[in-house]
């Protein structure tokens, strides 16, 4: 089946400016993840949506991120005002509901702010 | 708080050698402890799991990682390498408890086979 897809896979955008990324989970998982893969942090989480439940938004590094979730899919990542320092690799994942059931990431969005 | 600590960030073997991929670990509840696998340009593809039950855990590719609770270790190996094992390898946590199924990675361990 269709693994998790997410667009764009490069986006180029001046400091700023404010940017959506998008992710689609695997069909039927409850739980998705947005990470961020950068050289000098290396991967680090940033959200997590389950269910219906409010989102633990513990990750996000700053007020001028933000990501919502519609109708138990679809989620969007925004970033406002972009920096230079939020050039990174955006890493979706989704999974079943309960802790030790795999997450399967999608290939990323390469975010790079000029 | 719980770490993960991948020693090496750069492991280079020949074809046909052991590899040896060492990860270590701090936790105050019991982990669930993965290892990820990334080729260049893609996402993160699980190798392996370890939850409950037996210790050795054995993954796809021929790796395998054996769980050590009196070290915290949860090293990642293969008896012999492939050109194709060319690649990133991160060693993940997870609590075991709570409701948040967050992800704890290394800093990854890039591995380099030489023909």
């Known amino acids: 089946g269709a693994g998790v897809s997410q667009s764009p896979s490069n986006k180029v955008t001046e400091k700023g400016k404010d940017v959506e990324l998008r992710c689609d989970p695997i069909?039927?998982?409850?739980?998705l993840y947005w990470y961020r893969q950068s050289l000098g942090q290396g991967l680090e989480f940033l959200i997590y949506?389950?269910?219906?439940?409010?989102?633990?938004k513990s990750g996000l590094p700053s007020d001028r991120f933000s990501a919502e979730r519609t109708g138990g899919s679809v989620s969007t990542l925004t970033i406002q005002r972009t920096q230079q320092e939020d050039s990174a690799v955006y890493l979706c994942?989704?999974?079943?509901?309960?802790?030790?059931?795999?997450?399967?990431f999608g290939p990323g969005t390469r975010l790079t702010v000029t | 708080a719980q770490s993960v600590t991948q020693l090496g960030s750069h492991v280079s073997v020949s074809e046909g050698a052991l590899v040896l991929l060492r990860c270590n670990y701090s936790?105050?509840?019991?982990?669930?402890l993965f290892w990820y696998v990334q080729y260049p340009n893609q996402g993160l593809q699980l190798l392996l799991k370890?939850?409950?039950?037996?210790?050795l855990v054995k993954g796809i590719n021929g790796f395998e990682a054996e769980f050590k609770k009196s070290e915290t270790s949860f090293h990642l190996t293969k008896p012999s390498a492939h050109m194709s094992d060319a690649a990133e390898y991160f060693c993940?946590?997870?609590?075991?408890?709570?409701?948040?199924?967050?992800?704890?990675f290394g800093k990854g361990t890039l591995l380099t086979v030489n023909p």
């Open positions: 994942a989704s999974s079943l509901a309960h802790s030790s059931y795999e997450q399967y």
């Open positions: 069909s039927g998982h409850t739980a």
């Open positions: 949506f389950q269910g219906n439940s409010a989102p633990d």
């Open positions: 936790s105050s509840v019991p982990p669930y």
């Open positions: 370890y939850t409950t039950g037996a210790t």
């Open positions: 993940a946590l997870q609590n075991s408890g709570g409701s948040n199924y967050k992800l704890t």
